[in-house]
């Protein structure tokens, strides 16, 4: 199963409200029981993340992990749900991250 995560999962390593259970999710992932799907935009606001969570995702194998990238077609996907009103224009990287998932038919979200 490939389960699309966006920076508040990765975050919520370092939260005490979410440590726990996003720390077992992560062991799962480690375990080999899913494979993680991480997007171009996610490495991009993990830049602006502190270090240990810019830094989390990077001891995990390359199997492990599925990188893909923002296509024209999701972020022309992602304007029009701003466009249609799905969201407000404030969501536009919601969106995006939503219209990676849908390009990519991403498992779970």
């Excluded at 077992?24 to 991480?38: A, L, N, P, Q, Y």
């Excluded at 390359?62 to 972020?75: G, K, P």
Aim: charged share 30%; hydrophobic share 40%.
């Amino acid at each position: 199963m490939r389960i699309y995560i966006d920076t508040s999962v990765v975050g919520g390593v370092f939260d005490d409200e979410f440590a726990e259970s996003t720390k077992d999710f992560f062991h799962k992932v480690d375990s080999g029981d899913f494979i993680v799907v991480v997007s171009e935009l996610l490495r991009t606001e993990l830049l602006r993340a502190p270090d240990r969570v810019r830094d989390y995702l990077d001891k995990f194998k390359d199997r492990q992990i599925e990188r893909v990238s923002r296509t024209d077609e999701a972020l022309e996907l992602a304007d029009l749900y701003i466009a249609q009103k799905v969201v407000g224009a404030t969501s536009l990287a919601d969106c995006q991250h939503i219209a990676t998932v849908t390009v990519h038919k991403v498992d779970v979200w």
